[in-house]
């Protein structure tokens, strides 16, 4: 991608360009796990398709900005995925990510930073993006609240906010480790209820699996499920219609005598993690409620016997219709809300369908050799960006 191109002519025929990159430095050749086909095709079917749905509802937009919350990693293919999705629908993305300089390994800063200028020279890249060099879970730091904040507030609200995460998002148990991946979703949740009134998108990437999802979190998040299996016995009977999942054994689980085979862990961890947000969303006002969109799982440890690793994504929408200023006079933005009838349960059971269609997209890519082959294509082109041999890519993942 060029750094400089007539934006104008692109935006108006709605392709984005696809002239190869002149990279003055060796392309690299060691290929991580996040460089594999499946998670390519995550960016494109799953996040990008989803961003693209979103910016369809938000077409009245004026100033055609994405804001982004990001965790990149030092190839930030994320935001360049993004970046050409984006482009085609004559959106520009501003994002903001979280980077860790604790964990710097090999020469990732730098190459981060080499990143960093390459995304900058794009025609769909806001100026204003901007890598913070902490930790996503610094949002709920008491120390590093301010600094923190003010980089939320100078952005406003994020119409798309992906935590693609390495280890468990239940990792660590809520109240007894302050700095939790829970305190940090909590604290974004309430800035974006505070900020906004248009509907965004969370995406969630986790292991789930019994060494990297902390019991005691585990036991806290299914009390959110124990409280509807209690409740609603349509919640229940689709439990256990749908998931197998029966109200003896989430009820047992939820007070700690956590018996889960595999794949109910699977599901009673996607459940219960969707439930503590629609809680959250809806906990007080301006309230909030949640819809669980096509997630996919794939196998991380082939020692495990079924999936560990989840790519969840949820919409999250106001649960009250606001009236519309047409004239802009107004000066607070929940002024004059209508109150709305905001139904959790009905909610929580639209949950568990959900729940229970979540594919794994290592089988969909192994019984269709011509879809990888074009996610494999499509891989290359986007690692080529990002100065990865293409060749070397292509043979590496293609199929035999």
């Given at each position: 991608?060029?750094?400089?191109?007539?934006?104008?002519?692109?935006?108006?025929?709605?392709?984005?360009?696809t002239?190869?990159?002149?990279?003055?430095?060796?392309?690299?050749?060691?290929?991580?796990?996040?460089?594999?086909?499946?998670?390519?095709?995550?960016?494109?079917?799953?996040?990008?398709?989803?961003?693209?749905?979103?910016?369809?509802?938000?077409?009245?937009?004026?100033?055609?900005?994405?804001?982004?919350?990001?965790?990149?990693?030092?190839?930030m293919?994320?935001?360049?995925?993004?970046?050409?999705?984006?482009?085609?629908?004559?959106?520009?993305?501003?994002?903001?990510g979280?980077?860790?300089?604790?964990?710097?390994?090999?020469?990732?800063?730098?190459?981060?930073?080499?990143?960093?200028?390459?995304?900058?020279?794009?025609?769909?890249?806001?100026?204003?993006?901007?890598?913070?060099?902490?930790?996503?879970?610094?949002?709920?730091?008491t120390?590093?609240?301010?600094?923190?904040?003010?980089?939320?507030?100078?952005?406003g609200?994020?119409?798309?906010?992906?935590?693609?995460l390495?280890?468990?998002?239940?990792?660590?148990?809520?109240?007894?480790?302050?700095?939790?991946?829970?305190?940090?979703?909590?604290?974004?949740?309430?800035?974006?209820?505070?900020?906004?009134?248009?509907?965004?998108?969370?995406?969630?990437?986790?292991?789930?699996?019994?060494?990297?999802?902390?019991?005691?979190?585990?036991?806290?998040?299914?009390?959110?499920?124990?409280?509807?299996?209690?409740?609603?016995?349509?919640?229940?009977?689709?439990?256990?219609?749908?998931?197998?999942?029966?109200?003896?054994?989430?009820?047992?689980?939820?007070?700690?005598?956590?018996?889960?085979?595999?794949?109910?862990?699977?599901?009673?961890?996607?459940?219960?993690?969707?439930?503590?947000?629609?809680?959250?969303?809806?906990?007080?006002?301006?309230?909030?409620?949640?819809?669980?969109?096509?997630?996919w799982?794939?196998?991380?440890?082939?020692q495990?016997?079924?999936?560990?690793?989840?790519?969840?994504?949820?919409?999250?929408?106001?649960?009250?219709?606001?009236?519309?200023?047409?004239?802009?006079?107004?000066?607070?933005?929940?002024?004059?809300?209508?109150?709305?009838?905001?139904?959790?349960?009905?909610?929580?059971?639209r949950?568990?369908?959900?729940?229970?269609?979540v594919?794994?997209?290592?089988?969909?890519?192994?019984?269709?050799?011509?879809?990888?082959?074009?996610?494999?294509?499509?891989?290359?082109?986007?690692?080529?960006?990002?100065?990865?041999?293409?060749?070397?890519y292509?043979?590496?993942?293609?199929?035999?």
């Open positions: 991608m060029p750094p400089e191109m007539n934006v104008g002519d692109d935006f108006v025929k709605g392709i984005a360009p002239i190869a990159p002149i990279n003055l430095l060796p392309s690299k050749h060691d290929f991580k796990p996040w460089h594999k086909p499946r998670k390519h095709w995550i960016r494109i079917n799953q996040w990008c398709v989803e961003t693209a749905a979103l910016i369809k509802q938000l077409k009245t937009r004026e100033n055609k900005v994405l804001t982004y919350l990001s965790l990149p990693g030092p190839d293919l994320d935001i360049r995925a993004m970046h050409d999705e984006c482009f085609k629908l004559g959106y520009k993305v501003k994002y903001l979280f980077n860790d300089p604790a964990v710097e390994v090999d020469n990732e800063q730098t190459e981060l930073n080499i990143s960093r200028n390459e995304l900058a020279n794009l025609p769909g890249i806001h100026p204003d993006s901007l890598i913070v060099p902490d930790r996503f879970e610094a949002i709920a730091s120390e590093k609240v301010a600094v923190v904040f003010q980089h939320l507030e100078n952005f609200s994020f119409d798309v906010v992906n935590l693609d390495c280890n468990s998002v239940a990792a660590h148990v809520p109240l007894e480790h302050q700095e939790t991946y829970f305190s940090a979703i909590a604290a974004l949740i309430e800035h974006q209820s505070n900020n906004r009134t248009d509907p965004w998108l969370l995406f969630v990437t986790t292991r789930v699996d019994c060494d990297t999802v902390n019991l005691k979190a585990l036991k806290s998040l299914l009390g959110c499920v124990k409280a509807n299996v209690q409740q609603h016995p349509k919640f229940c009977e689709d439990l256990k219609t749908l998931l197998s999942l029966d109200s003896t054994t989430i009820n047992n689980a939820a007070n700690g005598d956590i018996k889960l085979k595999p794949k109910e862990l699977y599901h009673a961890f996607t459940l219960a993690f969707g439930k503590w947000l629609l809680r959250y969303l809806a906990s007080s006002p301006p309230l909030w409620t949640l819809d669980m969109l096509d997630s799982a794939y196998q991380v440890n082939h495990n016997p079924s999936p560990d690793m989840l790519s969840l994504a949820f919409k999250c929408m106001p649960a009250v219709k606001p009236k519309i200023d047409h004239f802009k006079l107004g000066l607070n933005p929940h002024m004059g809300r209508e109150q709305a009838t905001i139904s959790e349960r009905d909610a929580a059971i949950l568990i369908p959900m729940v229970k269609d594919k794994n997209i290592d089988t969909r890519l192994k019984n269709n050799v011509n879809e990888l082959r074009s996610t494999v294509e499509g891989a290359a082109t986007l690692m080529e960006f990002a100065r990865y041999d293409r060749n070397a292509i043979k590496k993942f293609s199929p035999v």
